[in-house]
Structure formats: C-alpha cells, structure tokens
C-alpha cells in the first residue's frame, strides 16, 4: 500500500514552507518518535461508535477551536476535561445514554483559513494557521510558517495526552467526584445548580449500589479518546505507523482524526490519505454536500462498509439544518451505508459584530441541535451526537446563553486563538438541553 500516493494530488490549505531541507529534517524526526495512541485504542473507539452507527451510543466531541502551545497547562486541560465529564455525566445520566468522550485535544494545532493573508491597518501578513504552523502574533517573524512547530505540536500533544490519561485513569474521574467537578465559577449559575441536584441524586444510587455489593470498575474510570482535524498533511503521514498485530497503517497521532469542510475535495490529498489509514475518521459536511458527493466519500472512505469507521459531522447552519440534512440523511440511509451522523452546531453558526469579534449566539447552537434531532426523529435515524468547540473557563466568546454574555461583554474574555468557544457554563446548559432532546 502507498502511503504517500497523496502527495501527487492537490492538498488543500498546506502552508507554504519557506525551506523544503528544513520540513525534511522535522519530518525524520516526527517518523523515529514514538506513537502517542496505539493501534489497539483506536480499534476500541471504532467499537465503540459503530455502537454510535447502531443507535446505542452518543458521542460528545469537543474541546478548542485551536489548542495553542501555552495553553498546554495542568489549570487548562483539567478544567475542559472537568466540563467534558460534568457534560457527559449529564447525557448518561438525564439522557439515559452511553457516552463517547472524545476531545479536540492533543493535537488540534493546525486551521483552514477562508483567505491565506490576514490585513491589519493596511499591513498583510501570512494568515495565522495554527501553533503547529506559525504564530498568533501580527508580526513577520511569528507569521512565518516554521516546520519545527511540528515537532512542538508533537510534544505538546504528548504532554496533554498524559495529564488526560492520569486524570481520566488516575481518580480525577471516579464517579465519586461528580461533586467535585462543579466546585468553582460554574456552582452558581443555574445549570451548576441544576447539576449538583442530578449530582446528588447519582451519590444516592452509588451509595444504594455499594450497599447491594455492586462497584464496576466503570465508575471508577473513564474510557477517554484523542482526535483533530487531520490537516497539515505532512505532520499525520509522519505519525502514521504500521500496527504490529494487523500490519496496517494508523495515524498514531490521535485516535480519531477528521478531514475538515474544506480539503474534503473527492480527488484531493486528504481523502486519498485518510482511506490509507485504519483509525475511525470522520468528515465534515457542511451546507453545499449532495447527497452524491458523501456517497462518493462513503465509496472511497469505507468501502468494506465498516460500521464505526466513518462519521458523518455535519454543520449547516440552524437556519439550514432542517431543510438540508433530511435529503442527505434519507438517500444515505436508503443507501445501506453504515455511518455515524454527529452535529457540529457551530461552524455553521458564526458571524462578525461590528467590534470585529468573530462570535456564535448559544440560541442558534441550540436550534441546530435542536433541528438535527428532529430530522433524525422524523426519519427514524439516529443522533448520534454533539461536536462542539469550548472551553473549560469562564470566557466570553459567544452570546446569550446562563449569564447572558451580549455583544459589549465579548471584549471582557475574549481569548480564542480561533473560532468562538462555548464557556463552561454555556457547555453545561447544552448538555442538559441535549440530554433531554434526547429522551424526547
Ligand atoms: C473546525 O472544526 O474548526 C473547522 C474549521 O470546521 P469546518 O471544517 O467544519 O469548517
Ligand atoms: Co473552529
């Protein structure tokens, strides 16, 4: 199998390196390191959303728009790790579902971006493209793509990878803490509120459980998995390593990797890698996918068919949602094809204020939740999840939402190296809202 037959097709949105030798060297280096997820983790995420394909399990993905080197701090990764628990806890307990915890972590350092230049006062520089591209200052040097910044991301993503195993394996997780999780800024709002009460009543079914004898080792911890838009390519072939037992390619960066709306082209570099490679993949879809184009991807991306292997992440718009995803779903559907379809309730969902804050209103992320499960209801398909960007503290990078954050408080915390993320009580207020879409 050639591994490196993309490299002959167009790649969408790759940076321009300034010196070939220099990528090279960086290149050998990634390929002698060692693999951040085995082969064997990746195999148990595809089981587990082929169980997501079968109409048994949801999955919560999320994390930041764009992770950044110096956001790769114990404060950081334990406070989104704490609101993807408090938000998963939400959905199994309220939503009566297994949960799929999947971050945008340990490895989401790389952006499309709409226009390759960004203009400041007459200035154009290099679009900032992520931390494994080049810098978020509006200054030459920092603009240069610097291929080192791959070998960053590498580390940087190992760093965060082990804090989330020792926290999700370490007790952090034990469900015996579900307190613990909302000791902070979020107590006092009212879905903190509304969860300490859920909170409570999860202590009294431990304590009834232990009382009968009962103590699965699944409170204890939790099953936790990596992924990120899989897109300077470059960077995931170098990680990508022939597994031992089975002989066949997996990117060993993350356990679970998507192809991005914009380098989803049929003929293009991204999917020729990604049906190379053996790790459960997803695909976003935004508002102009024919039902022929994901047909052709399904043809391409899992031919065999394979329940668990694709992932359909769709991201129209909620003005969008109800008209568009029923025709994609039916023929898709009417297809026999095996997929898993999560809602990314925000890529579709973003616009300017006139202070320039690229933002996302909570209201609309949840009438496209909201639209997603009554197109999957209707037609008797599955939702089979949530993509969402957010954070663990307590910004102010969309409106509305439990503390009302409008246009003149955006400036307050405004702190995304990217798009607008969820705060952790907004995250916490659409959990609950998921949760009981999901119960009907
Ligand atoms: C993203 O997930 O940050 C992103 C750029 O999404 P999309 O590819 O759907 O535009
Ligand atoms: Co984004």
Known sequence: M???SWRALQAAQQPEWPDPDELEKVVAELGGLPPLVFAGECDQLKDQLAAVARGEAFVLQGGDCAET???????????????????????????????????RVAGQFAKPRSKPTEVRDGVELPAYRGDMVNGFDFTPEARRPDPWRLLKAYHSSAVTLNLARAFTKGGYADLR??????????AGSPSGRRYEQLAREIDQ??????????????????????????????????LTRIDSRTGLPYDVSAHMVWIGERTRQLDGAHVDFFAKIRNPIGVKLGPSTTADDALALIEKLNPANEAGRLTFITRFGASKI??????????ITASGARVAWIC??????????????????????????????EVHRALGTHPGGIHIEFTGDDVTECLGGGH????????????????????????????FRVAELYRG
Not at 177 to 186: I, K, R, T
């Open 404 to 431: 009302e954050i409008n246009e003149a408080d955006l400036a307050t915390r405004y702190e995304t190296a990217c798009d607008p993320r969820l705060n952790r009580v907004q995250s916490l207020d659409l959990a």
């Open 2 to 4: 050639d591994l490196d």
């Open 322 to 331: 109800r008209d568009l995803l029923p025709g994609l779903v039916k023929e």
């Open 69 to 103: 080197f110096t956001g790769a701090t114990a404060d950081n990764v334990r406070n989104k790790l704490k609101t993807l628990l408090q938000m998963a806890i939400v959905l199994t307990y309220a939503g009566r579902v297994p949960v799929v915890k999947i971050g």
């Open 177 to 186: 803490q579900v307190h613990a999780w909302n000791q902070d800024f979020v």
């Open 205 to 238: 079914a431990l304590a009834f459980m232990r009382a009968c004898g009962a103590e699965p080792e699944e409170f204890h911890t939790v099953e936790f998995y990596s992924s990120h838009e899989a897109l300077i390519l470059d960077y995931d072939r170098a």
């Open 344 to 373: 990314d309730p925000m890529h579709g969902n973003t616009f300017e204020t006139p202070s320039g804050h690229k933002t996302r209103r909570v209201d609309d992320v949840l009438d496209e939740v909201a639209g997603f499960f």
